[in-house]
Structure formats: C-alpha cells, structure tokens
C-alpha cells in the first residue's frame, strides 16, 4: 500500500510540473533610438529674413513711389 502512495505522489508531482507551462521567448521592448539630425542650412532663420526683406521693400516702395 507505501508503494502504491508513493508511487501516486511521484506521479502528482511530476504531472504538475510537466504542465507548469511551455518555454516561450521573453517579451524584450525594442531600444529607441534617438538621432539627432544636423543640417548645413538653418531654413527656421531663413524664412523669417525672407519676410523681413520683403516687408522693407513693400514700406520702402510705399514712401518712395518714384522709385519703385
């Protein structure tokens, strides 16, 4: 009867480790990546300066309309 227990409880334990669960891969969240990007030419200034420069020739043509 010892055996027939033991034997039982072997087999409980090892049923219950066979269905712990399965080998799966690890959920790893993806690195970000920050680049910073460089460019030759500053296009936030020169907009600005454009307008600039074209207002100065809309006030100058509007003082002196000899000219313009």
Known sequence: MKKVMLVAAVAALAATAAQAGTLID????????VEQSSSSSNAGIIVPLIFLALVGVGVFCAINTTIC
């Open 26 to 33: 690890p959920i790893v969240e993806p690195e970000i990546i």
